[in-house]
């Protein structure tokens, strides 16, 4: 069975390699909106299953015959109930950097699997603190160019490691891929597709 990873994360790319099962790439485009009412978890797993299943839809326009597992996966940085994605510009840049100074904020990461038919989907998360951020910190940070494309505006494997005072849960989930929840979602994904064949060899069809 084919890995695809539905993704135009370059991080997420270089992380599923540590995993050492080849996969290529399928980048679909899913617009981020978080519908009224929608907890920050069930909205970052919807987007990670939204991303799973138009990956495998895209796959199965150009390989119609192909089995494949597809990987979809979103991160979302959340202080309080306010959900921070990538800024859109610097303004909206130093806003998150507002809420972030100084204080705790969680990074939510759902990776979901999807092979047409089976499904599982985990949320895995994180909590950083980051110190007290100076005006000069901020602008020298937005001017590295690491902010724009990514949940939050900065980058913890980058240059905002320096702002990090402290880290609970998974440091992957931040980065944007946690790789043991990935592998575990891959196994059982591959457990329901072999269970699946067998039993429609039994019955013949
Ligand atoms: C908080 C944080 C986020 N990020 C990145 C991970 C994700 O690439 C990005 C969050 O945006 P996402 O919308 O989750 O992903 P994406 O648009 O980059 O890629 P795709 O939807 O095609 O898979 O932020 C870091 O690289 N480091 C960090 O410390």
Known sequence: MELILASASPRRRELLQLLDRPFQVLVTHIPEEREFGESPTAYVQRLAETKAAAGFALWQQQHPQQAAMVIGSDTIVTVDETVLEKPQDEADYR???????????????????????????????????????????????????????????????GRAAKFVTHLEGSYLAVVGLPLYETEQLLQAVERAHAAASSTSISKGS
Do not use: C
Not at 125 to 148: C, D, M, Q, R
């Open 95 to 157: 806003r998150m950097m507002a809420l972030l100074s100084d204080r705790k904020h969680a990074v939510l990461t759902a990776v979901a699997v999807t092979d047409g038919t089976h499904q599982e989907v985990a949320v895995v998360s994180a909590s950083v603190t980051f110190k007290a951020l100076s005006e000069a910190e901020i602008t020298n940070y937005w001017l590295s160019g690491e902010p724009h494309d990514k949940a939050g505006g900065y980058g913890i494997q």
